[in-house]
């Protein structure tokens, strides 16, 4: 969890499959007078690494539960991708926590297409996981979609806060198991 103290009611951010919580700063940045907390869910930035495999279902209760922590009421949830499946998720598990939310393509389906098939995951296994350095990775997708769209500062803590030192060499922070099984 990551927190910038200010006035309540807070504003709790949620991450996309494969990202972490501080791709949240710039935008946290324009709130600087309101309490904000961003989550590195399980697997992901600096958050415990249980074996896959990771079922979306468990990431609403463990957001329910930072929730309850942070004894939250009121906040306003943010979640990209999988972080808004989860926020709706975390909602419904504990009304409270909340007074609206803003959900960036929220990857909530009918339920018929939960029954289906998982997707292909080939190309995420094989995700680059090893770096030489922050800088090494952010130079490598700079100019490469998707990335090239987003503002600097924010590949920059994308790269910064989604490696982790290992011995000479740097790590995914959600390693390409751990999102392949999500």
């Given at each position: 969890m990551w927190e910038w103290p200010g006035a309540r009611p807070a504003?709790?951010?949620?991450?996309?499959?494969g990202v972490h919580g501080r791709c949240w700063d710039y935008i946290i940045?324009?709130?600087?007078?309101?309490?904000?907390l961003a989550i590195d869910?399980?697997?992901?930035?600096?958050?415990?690494k249980p074996e896959p495999p990771y079922y979306w279902r468990d990431f609403g209760p463990d957001l329910a539960a930072v929730a309850e922590h942070w004894r939250?009421?009121?906040?306003?949830?943010?979640?990209?991708?999988?972080?808004?499946?989860t926020t709706?998720?975390?909602?419904?598990?504990?009304?409270?926590?909340?007074?609206?939310?803003?959900?960036?393509?929220?990857?909530?389906?009918?339920?018929e297409y939960y029954g289906d098939p998982p997707p292909d995951i080939s190309s995420t296994l094989r995700r680059r996981n090893a770096w030489s350095?922050?800088?090494?990775?952010?130079e490598r997708f700079r100019d490469r979609p998707p990335f090239?769209?987003?503002?600097?500062?924010?590949?920059?803590?994308?790269?910064?806060?989604?490696?982790?030192?290992?011995?000479?060499?740097f790590v995914l922070a959600c390693p390409p198991a751990v999102e392949a099984s999500i």
């Open positions: 504003l709790l951010f949620a991450h996309a499959t940045g324009m709130f600087p007078e309101r309490h904000c869910a399980r697997g992901h930035g600096r958050s415990g939250l009421r009121g906040a306003l949830g943010v979640g990209h991708s999988m972080g808004g499946h709706v998720q975390a909602a419904a598990l504990r009304p409270e926590t909340y007074s609206a939310l803003l959900l960036v393509d929220p990857t909530i389906y009918p339920c350095s922050p800088e090494e990775m952010f090239a769209r987003w503002k600097p500062e924010i590949l920059r803590n994308y790269c910064e806060f989604g490696l982790l030192p290992n011995g000479d060499q």
